[in-house]
Nanobody, 125 residues
Framework: QVQLVESGGGLVQAGGSLRLSCAASGRTFSSSGLGWFRQAPGKEREFVSAINWSGASTWYAGSVKGRFTISRDNARNTVYLQMNSLKPEDTAVYYC??????????????????WGQGTQVTVSS
């Protein structure tokens, strides 16, 4: 059974930092694209960041570019999201996602076959 488990969420003041982790089990994703999405209350799920299978290529939403950094450790089957200079508008449930066979990253949720349960990030002003 494939599982993606996020951790690292919490409550932080504006300007602070958090590092999210997403550990996969049940299969290896070393050849798969990985991504992070988020969903704020009353809003649709939106793309945050993605990374290709090797980590050589990354993509970011305009709203987080320059503040967030995605990375991966294929030996640990884990993807990370370092979030700096957090803003209240970053408050959301953050989900990691993994593609089944697609090796690149993608802005589109339909490219991903596996999803974590989400971790809450709350940024206070």
């Amino acid at each position: 059974q494939v599982q993606l488990v996020e951790s690292g969420g919490g409550l932080v003041q504006a300007g602070g930092s958090l590092r999210l982790s997403c550990a996969a089990s049940g299969r290896t994703f070393s050849s798969s694209g990985l991504g992070w999405f988020r969903q704020a209350p009353g809003k649709e799920r939106e793309f945050v960041s993605a990374i290709n299978w090797s980590g050589a290529s990354t993509w970011y939403a305009g709203s987080v570019k320059g503040r967030f950094t995605i990375s991966r450790d294929n030996a640990r089957n884990t993807v990370y999201l370092q979030m700096n200079s957090l803003k209240p508008e970053d408050t959301a449930v953050y989900y990691c996602a993994a593609a089944g066979t697609y090796r690149s990253g993608s802005y589109y949720s339909s490219a991903y076959d596996y999803w974590g349960q989400g971790t809450q990030v709350t940024v206070s002003s």
